[in-house]
């Protein structure tokens, strides 16, 4: 069964602490691997999608990269407004059955301090 | 505004009364899904579309049909709603099948009682 991990459920950082977020995948047939960013009462908003292993993509303070089993999120210099629950999923190749299929992690909900 | 809608954005029934809990986007896009969202259990696919008249089932489809008879709507029915059907649910719509980034709408509370 494919399965996605995310890790850890909750962090507390200061803010301008730097830290990652972890979503790990077992899944065959990576086709993509998105994040997401969710705010509390609201619908996810798309952050990143990565495609194969050795793959960064950054916008403002984050930075995602993924390599054959996970895919890191690195937040450098967090502010409050960062602050949010960050969501991986993860889509299979086209040859499989399930292409159209989105497996979501559980999410981290970040929490960041002044 | 390019959007995806949900309407209700909250409702409350009981036990076995049908309900169409309605999706709609106004940027012509082919993909559409939508996902429930439990405490604990993250975001769960419930039905996904690739185009008109092309639907196929997520990982918790029981309990709900779908149709994509326009481009632009994406209902969800729920023919006989069972307590734990209780949930967040969202609808989603993208340019094009996964991988391509989606667009989620603002939320549907429903709470079955």
């Known amino acids: 069964e494919d399965q996605v991990t995310q890790s850890p459920e909750a962090l507390r950082l200061q803010e301008g602490e730097s830290s990652s977020l972890n979503c790990s995948y077992t899944?065959?047939?990576?086709?993509?691997l998105f994040w997401y960013r969710q705010d509390p009462g609201k619908g996810p908003e798309f952050l990143f999608t990565?495609?194969?292993a050795g793959e960064e993509k950054e916008k403002e303070r984050l930075k995602a990269t993924l390599t054959k089993k996970e895919s890191f999120l690195h937040i450098t210099a967090p502010k409050p407004e960062d602050s949010a629950t960050y969501l991986c999923a993860v889509t299979l190749n086209a040859g499989g059955t399930s292409y159209g299929k989105l497996t979501f992690g559980q999410g981290t909900i970040l929490t960041v301090h002044p | 505004e390019a959007q995806v809608t949900q309407n209700p954005r909250y409702l409350i029934t009981v036990t076995g009364k049908k309900l169409t809990v309605t999706c709609s986007q106004n940027m012509n896009h082919e993909y559409m899904s939508w996902y429930r969202q439990d405490p604990g259990l993250g975001l769960r696919q419930i039905y996904y579309?690739?185009?008109?008249?092309?639907?196929d089932k997520g990982d918790v489809p029981e309990g709900y049909k779908v149709s994509r008879k326009e481009k632009r709507n994406f209902p969800l029915i729920l023919e006989s709603p069972s307590p734990n059907q209780t949930s967040l649910y969202f609808c989603a719509s993208s340019p094009r099948q996964p991988p391509y980034e989606q667009y989620f709408g603002p939320g549907t509370r429903l709470t079955v009682t």
């Open positions: 990565l495609y194969s």
């Open positions: 579309s690739m185009n008109v008249e092309v639907t």
């Open positions: 899944v065959s047939g990576l086709r993509g």
